[in-house]
């Protein structure tokens, strides 16, 4: 049986505290009712800090919003203008400031320090606004934001723990200081790999910013229990050493058992300070060290690796999608990816599972996948050279660096993207795939937009628009011969949050189990809206805060 709640049942057992109807009240008797109403009850809150240290405190300042008695009560009458504005108001003024900004950086500096001093009216905004915001606060704008995060740097929203740190009780002391008790959710980075931009270092802190950012405003996580991590060895960036605003360790990274030991430590740390039901989220770790730590942790924390794990389940939900308009079985088409790092070896390893449910051999399913890395097509010739993931993929074919001529030769129906490689995927390749398709799948999932395979306005223009579009960043809709076009976004924001909200609620559950094991025609069909037949896209719309929990 499926028990599922939308944002209204959320809403509902939110307002439980405050009704004395015994209809209203939810049967607490459920675990996973219970959960959720743990998660969403409302509490009062009694500030300790007076007078102007209370305004400085981004969590219980509410602005303009304080009443005549608040304002009296806590010593900040006279502090604030004598006008009264609700958060409504409060939220309108905000939004229509940042619609004047003259660029999207500029809105993001505008975001980031509203929520400096005013973390509830910040979420606010970010709830109200989530689809033109998210692009801001995440990517493709945060890829901007921390290449520049030196120049725009204001406040710590994070905490950095480096090399130098590297024993359990330093660690312990760091996570200590942060100015939170409760924290159930923290997204890490490294720093290696973020994005397409390759190693920023403790630039990429606005990675697990940003992400978690979006953990309270599509999964309702409470921002008091979300914390930002980078851990920092170091960065083989020349450009950033030699930055004068630069603010990580000026040395190379540290690798090998010394890197390998501090990361052993953060999470012994963690799961002490916090508790083992504390979820620790991967992100934007470097290719040799992303797989390696998945493998390393599953099943004994409480983790996941977003870009390996959650970049699957999204493309294949789109893949599945794009099936529904070509009216044939993912198993009976072949695939191409472009880049073979985590992510797109990720994609590969869960179509092939998708693949075997619909009857193929894991053998006939890998010969319908052709991976294509910086070396060129992953061919037997290479087996000696190969990583054991990518053994599996490799073919007897003649080895080539030419997209092209690989194309021409398997005549592929999707054709993916995971390469940063800007304009990869070129008119005569665009043309090829349309050539072989009546209605060809191209995912230019690289981000940020500025490192796509290629652009919407490319794809459409080179089918006619017969494609299935989709990319990693937002494009603009494309005109086309009368029509209107809406490419899809590949976006792994429309999976991590859930998986988060579903591995704070029921953290021994998501240890014990396979993450993205479950039937995907039955979690897919509940959580997005699907392209009508005719449709100009083939990518689901996400149905954004929208719960699904199985019980066994």
Known sequence: MLNRFSLASIRRISTTARCCSDKNEPDLSDPKTLALHKLYRPERITPSKRGIDLLKQPGLNKGMAFSLHERQYLGIHGLLPPAFMTEEQQAYRIITKLRQQPDNLAKY?????????????????????????????????????????????????GLYVTINDNSISKIYQILANWHTENVRAIVITDGERILGLGDLGTYGIGIPVGKLALYVALAGIRPEWCLPVILDVGTDNTELLNDPFYTGLRRKRVRGPEYDSLV??????????????????????????????????????????????????????????????????????????????????????????????????EEEACGRIYMVDIEGLITTSRIKSLGERHVKFAKDLPDTKNLLEVVRTVKPGALIGASTVAGAFTEEIIREMAKNNPRPIIFALSNPTSKAECTAETAYRCTNGAVLFASGSPFENVELNGKLYKPGQGNNAYIFPGVALGAVLFAEMFIRQNLYSVEYDELINKTYEWPAKDSKHGFPVPVLRRTSMDEE
Request: glycine fraction near 8%.
């Open 264 to 361: 052993d430590n953060f999470m012994k740390a963690a799961t002490k300070r916090f508790g083992r039901d504390t979820l620790i989220q991967f992100e934007d770790f470097g290719n040799q060290n992303a797989y390696r730590l998945l493998d390393r942790y599953k099943g004994e924390y409480c983790m996941f690796n977003d870009d390996i794990q959650g970049t699957a389940a999204v493309v294949v939900a789109g893949l599945l999608a794009s099936t529904r308009v070509t009216k044939k079985k993912l198993s009976q088409e072949k695939i191409v990816f472009l880049g073979a790092g985590g992510a797109a070896t990720g994609v590969a390893e869960m179509c092939v599972r998708q693949m075997m449910d619909e009857g193929l051999t």
């Open 109 to 157: 500096i505008q975001l980031d320090s509203l929520q400096d001093r005013n973390e509830k009216l910040y979420y606010r905004v970010l709830c109200d606004n989530v689809k033109e915001l998210m692009p801001i606060v995440y990517t493709p704008t945060v890829g901007q934001a921390c290449q520049h995060f030196g120049f725009i740097y204001r406040n710590p929203k």
